[in-house]
């Protein structure tokens, strides 16, 4: 009986951890130059989070590639968008919405053809957030980390902001 018991718990335990995992949210990957050696390139990655922005990237350098990662699917909450590409000068443009909820209603912050662009050096990993702060003059801002050994904050961009005052 105890044996019993002791597995069902076991499977119940792994099931959980399964559905827990599976709610993390979906990677899209895209190696813009497969043909490029690895030491000359940079990964960047694109966090999403509902309250710090949902990216959806278009182009890169001008090029599309909205398609290439998506295909017909939407953002979600903490998918994330990682992207190999050639070191250098690089832009990205993409559409980005904040959502806040309060009680059982919800805001949507849309910004659309968003462009950054930033020299990525070779080797080195990157990660996109978005960032809002404030209560009733609420400011949105994009930042980059360089993140290949510790996370370290490298620029950020106000894009814009919304109540008192705006």
Not at 26 to 37: F, G, M, S
Not at 68 to 94: E, H, I, Q, R, W
């Amino acid at each position: 009986m105890k044996n019993t018991v002791f597995r069902f718990v076991i499977v119940l335990i792994a099931g959980s951890l399964l559905l827990s995992c599976a709610g993390m949210g979906a990677t899209y990957k895209l190696d813009i130059d497969e043909n490029r050696p690895a030491d000359q390139k940079a990964v960047i990655a694109f966090l999403n989070n509902d309250k710090h922005g949902l990216f959806r990237l278009i182009s890169w350098n001008g090029s599309e590639i909205k398609q290439d990662l998506y295909g017909d699917k939407s953002a979600k909450s903490y998918d994330k968008t990682v992207l190999t590409v050639p070191a250098g000068d690089n832009s990205f443009l993409f559409d980005l919405s904040y959502v806040f909820q309060s009680g059982s209603s919800f805001t949507y912050y849309n910004f659309r053809d968003i462009e950054i662009q930033y020299f990525l050096e070779p080797g080195k990993q990157y990660q996109v957030k978005g960032r809002s702060k404030g209560m009733l003059k609420v400011e949105f801002f994009i930042s980059i980390y360089e993140v290949t050994n510790k996370s370290v904050l490298l620029e950020e961009w106000k894009i814009g902001q919304i109540g008192i005052g705006t």
